[in-house]
């Protein structure tokens, strides 16, 4: 049997690419976003110059270790979005947000970096979260049921903070996140029920 090379070639520069994915995670997860390619190389175990033949720029390899967090933030969005009760699928987002943060540090530093607005392809990413959350709580505004100042750039900041909140709990109160995202949400939601509020 015979192996094909081109395909082999493109196996290589699958697992080169993920592995240096992980190694970046890490790295920003502990460092941050001013991490550097050089930092990234050595966790890998890679030449520095393999990096930049996967990402050109550092700007897009930290698009790449936020998108695939967005994209499953992104399509839970899409999924709770069926649900009847708005504010159940509001709430359900949130919860699996805070999810995501909790598995993915590096998403966490990215989101909290002043610098991350500095590039261009991660606040891409972070606008397409932005969208999705505000898809869920421009419903349950129209509902009533949330507080018509609450947008989908405040969920998504307000779910990052109640991770925070709850992060030095986790190890012995796996379900911090979710009594606290109870409390906040609890706030979010309008006195009255059942009024339509503006959009």
Known sequence: MTTNPERAMRADAVRTRKALLEAAATVFADIGEE??????????????GTVFRHFPTKDELLAAIVADAVDELVAAADRVAARDDADAALLEFMRVGAGTYARNRAL????DSAGAARHAGVQAQVERLITAAERLAGRARRAGTLRPDVHGQDVVLLTCGVYHAALPLLDEHPD???RYLDMLFAGLRTTERGATAPG
């Open 108 to 111: 966490v530093q990215v989101l």
């Open 176 to 178: 911090a996140c979710d």
């Open 35 to 48: 991490a550097t390619v050089a930092q990234i190389a050595a966790r890998a175990g890679i030449a520095k």
